[in-house]
């Protein structure tokens, strides 16, 4: 039946058919948070892209709309995001109905193909309707390429009476502001001399968390393919102050979002209620190392978990913790709990939360099969094989062993979770994370733990379509 082929999650987003990479233009309105993605709707790997739409009352259960935005004459629709436009700033509703606008990537095949460098632009679209029905606007594109080659994936935040745009371009972050959401003015560059600059910058966000002292700082988010810390694509951020102007970053430490080899991309909603207060994020559950060749057919990639994020503090610098949103507590069927160091899971879609002791332990979880994936905490340092997790022969960059410095934070708490073919742990709430996708013939269906405390929870979850 619908979503139920092999290695489709049962409870994280994915799309109906075909190739899905970034998600794009999140905005919450009239009570329904808005996910779009990079989506092209004729193949399993990526192409002519297209915006493919969804919505959620709660994050967690989604209804999959019509594409929104199709490719045209200046190109195809790379990834951006979406704002409301409350006082009809751009003048693409009327003061009674704002509308909601949308400023995505132009990426013109055929510029790029003649070797031009200025095939990438900026260009928004906007909807009167709740986001069922989107219009391009007539004068794009809104921001043209100064001749270079890679200029992408528009961002934009209201920051006092002003949008400001976030835009990647090749191995800085640029800022433009706008009044109107249709000029845009430049106003600086981010480029640290001491940030990770593996591969090309793209997908960047602005925003604040509060400290937990209360103190307002601004975060910057920016994703790099490849670089990250183990292999292929990743998000870095810097946690600093954003004066209108500028971004300047507090510490000089690079800092990654998730060590798992899966959360890429991933960028926050915009509009969320001040009565809700949570900045909200995803991810696009997958990696450029091997994302087009893993071992699915009709439908390839997921989305992570949604997670709210937070600042905590440790030691002398501030980083951000990603939490589960609350919300999946509501995908909880039964719970049981579990003694010992060995024993059966019991369900194919599983949320586990255990409790190590101080110091190292290990935590296999496997199949009948023999395969199996393994967290482990070594000293200062955890690491998540999948060497053997399933199949893996697609790519030579997929069965690894990845590791995530502790920096001398004690472990007490691991909550992880199971769908089909993916396994997220948020270490201590969230403060350490790791997304990994795997693709096991069976489910892991046995828990083999050591230097764990004695009660272990387990909760069966339901699935979402
Ligand atoms: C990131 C990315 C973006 C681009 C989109 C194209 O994964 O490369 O920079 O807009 O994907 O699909």
């Known amino acids: 039946s619908r979503f139920d082929e092999p290695f489709r999650p049962q409870y994280h987003f994915s799309p109906p058919s075909q190739w899905m990479n970034d998600p794009n233009g999140m905005v919450y309105f009239e009570g329904e948070y ?64 704002p509308p909601l606008v949308a400023i995505y990537t132009y990426h013109d095949p ?24 989107w219009t391009k606007y007539t004068g794009n594109p809104v921001l043209k390429n100064p ?18 745009m976030s835009l990647a371009v090749k191995d800085r972050i640029r800022f433009y502001s706008s009044g109107n959401l249709l000029d845009w003015t430049y106003e600086s560059d981010f480029q640290p001399e001491w940030a990770a600059y593996g591969g090309v910058w793209e997908c960047p966000d602005l925003f604040t968390l509060t400290t937990p002292e209360g103190e307002e700082k601004w975060i910057l988010f920016v994703s790099i393919n490849p670089g990250g810390p183990n292999g292929g694509s990743a998000t870095q951020y810097f946690v600093g102050d954003f004066d209108g102007t500028t971004f300047t970053s507090e510490s000089d430490q690079v800092k990654w979002l998730d060590y798992g080899a899966d959360n890429y991309a991933g960028v926050t909603w915009s509009n969320v209620p001040e009565s809700d207060g949570r900045r909200l994020f995803i991810g696009w559950m997958s990696n450029w190392a091997y994302a087009n060749v893993v071992p699915t057919e009709n439908w390839r990639s997921a989305n992570t978990l949604p997670r709210a994020l937070q600042l905590i503090r440790e030691g002398e610098t501030y980083l951000i913790r990603s939490r589960p949103v609350a919300e999946l507590e509501k995908l909880r069927k039964s719970a049981s709990t579990k003694e010992g160091d060995s024993w059966d899971i019991e369900a194919e879609l599983a949320e586990l939360l255990l409790f190590p002791e101080a110091g190292d332990f290990r935590l296999e979880l496997g199949n009948q099969a ?26 030579e960059a997929f069965p690894a062993l990845h590791t995530a410095p502790l920096n001398g934070m004690e472990v007490n708490e691991l909550r992880v979770f199971l769908d089909r073919s993916s396994v997220e ?20 269906s046995q828990a083999r733990l050591t230097g764990f405390k004695r009660n272990h929870r387990v909760y069966e979850l339901t699935g979402i379509w």
């Open 370 to 395: 023999g395969e199996k994936v393994l967290l482990a905490k070594k000293g200062d340092q955890l690491t998540f094989d999948r060497s053997q997790s399933g199949i893996s022969g697609f790519s």
């Open 425 to 444: 742990v948020f270490v201590n709430q969230g403060a350490l994370v790791l997304s990994e996708i795997v693709f096991p013939e069976q489910p892991y």
């Open 110 to 133: 055929v510029g790029a193909e003649a070797g031009r460098e200025d095939f990438q632009t900026q260009g928004i679209a906007y909807s009167t309707d709740r986001g069922r029905n």
């Open 147 to 164: 001749g270079i080659r890679d200029f992408r994936d528009p961002k934009v935040s209201r920051i006092g009476d002003r949008w400001i």
């Open 34 to 97: 808005h996910l779009f993605y990079q989506h092209y709707p004729d193949s399993n790997v990526w192409g002519p892209m297209h915006w493919g739409h969804a919505i959620s009352e709660d994050l967690v259960h989604w209804e999959h709309l019509p594409i929104a935005i199709a490719p045209d004459s200046l190109g195809w629709i790379f990834s951006g995001s979406a704002v409301f436009d409350e006082t009809n700033s751009s003048g693409l509703g009327t003061p009674d109905n």
